[in-house]
């Protein structure tokens, strides 16, 4: 499924680039205001270290997600999308947590080892 929508992008862009534009525009502010939410729910929680740049790290993820996708990145052949998460997008959380948010990121990971 995942491919499925990464191959409609990539379509959408050659032969569409006006809406893929527009769209991709309106899903990127729709996600950063999603993420700065999620992780400002996570300071609130003490999950977070307080003095995270929301916005900042709101950016950061969203960049992080896009050169996952990118094939010339990272090979699907050698990577699962699974392990490049854990990997890359779950251990930057885990740098960003507190102390009881890293026990929650390595409980997370052990039951998904």
Do not use: W
């Not at 769209?23 to 729910?41: A, D, P």
């Not at 990577?79 to 997008?89: M, T």
């Amino acid at each position: 499924m995942i491919n499925l929508k990464i191959n409609f992008f990539k379509e959408l862009k050659i032969y569409y680039s006006d809406i893929y534009k527009r769209t991709v525009e309106s899903l990127m502010v729709y996600h950063r205001e999603r993420t700065v939410k999620y992780i400002e729910k996570g300071k609130n929680e003490g999950i977070i270290i307080e003095d995270v740049d929301s916005t900042l790290v709101s950016r950061v993820v969203i960049e992080i997600t896009h050169m996952l996708e990118d094939d010339s990145a990272f090979e699907l052949k050698h990577y699962s999308r699974k392990d490049l998460f854990r990997e890359i997008v779950i251990r930057y959380f885990r740098g960003l947590a507190t102390q009881r948010g890293i026990e929650i990121i390595d409980e997370y990971i052990a039951k998904s080892n």
